[in-house]
T-cell receptor, first 111, second 115 residues
Framework: SQQGEEDPQALSIQEGENATMNCSYK?????LQWYRQNSGRGLVHLIL?????REKHSGRLRVTLDTSKKSSSLLITASRAADTASYFC???????????FGSGTQLTVLP | DAGVIQSPRHEVTEMGQEVTLRCKPI?????LFWYRQTMMRGLELLIY????????DSGMPEDRFSAKMPNASFSTLKIQPSEPRDSAVYFC?????????????FGPGTRLTVL
């Protein structure tokens, strides 16, 4: 079963607006990662947040992590049409260092 | 660096045929992962190698699936015999050596269609 579940499944916004995607998970984690997938391509790593961190920034990306609620959010500010893609959260847990991916959010940014 | 290389990019085959998917990891990466992506089940981990040794193959759906990593530069995922429900995009991903490396690098995927 999927460890991470994303919400919403699909999001459509206008260019320039902010996009927020949420991820919930079930077990204790070492870190949580966000990946992006353009149509027909492989996944690309965006940002990682460790279990002892609460917030992290990278360019127009802001990630938060609430381990008490087992949830994370990804905020993309000032969105662009080129941000149109699917976004996945992935959790790394325990010593196995494997990733378990969520079901993804399909983001469409309209020009 | 060329990144993770997968071949073929597309494969169309008939039910019952053997299918072999190939992956060349990024040089120096010692962890390799095979995933399957479908609309119904999302992205699933099939098998994970560390230093060429299979660590966890619990995601391999059936005995029809097998994976090998004979050396640090090459891995294969084989399906024999293939079935229509195996149709999916198969990704190979690799990760660098050491606990400070967490990011996985994905190949472009192989789109498999079994008729």
């Amino acid at each position: 079963s999927q460890q991470g579940e994303e919400d919403p499944q699909a999001l459509s916004i206008q260019e320039g607006e902010n996009a927020t995607m949420n991820c919930s998970y079930k077990t204790s984690i070492n870190n949580l990662q966000w990946y992006r997938q353009n149509s027909g391509r492989g996944l690309v790593h965006l940002i990682l947040i460790r279990s002892n961190e609460r917030e992290k920034h990278s360019g127009r990306l802001r990630v938060t992590l609430d381990t008490s609620k087992k949830s994370s959010s990804l905020l993309i500010t000032a969105s662009r049409a080129a941000d149109t893609a699917s976004y996945f959260c992935a959790t790394e847990d325990g010593s196995a260092r494997q990733l378990t991916f969520g079901s993804g959010t399909q983001l469409t940014v309209l020009p | 660096d060329a990144g993770v290389i997968q071949s073929p990019r597309h494969e169309v085959t008939e039910m019952g045929q053997e299918v072999t998917l190939r992956c060349k990891p990024i040089s120096g990466h010692n962890s390799l992962f095979w995933y399957r992506q479908t609309m119904m089940r999302g992205l699933e981990l099939l098998i994970y190698f560390n230093n060429n040794v299979p660590i966890d193959d619990s995601g391999m759906p059936e005995d029809r699936f097998s994976a090998k990593m004979p050396n640090a530069s090459f891995s294969t995922l084989k399906i024999q015999p293939s079935e229509p429900r195996d149709s999916a995009v198969y990704f190979c991903a690799t990760r660098g050596r050491g606990s400070s490396y967490n990011e996985q690098f994905f190949g472009p995927g192989t789109r498999l269609t079994v008729l």
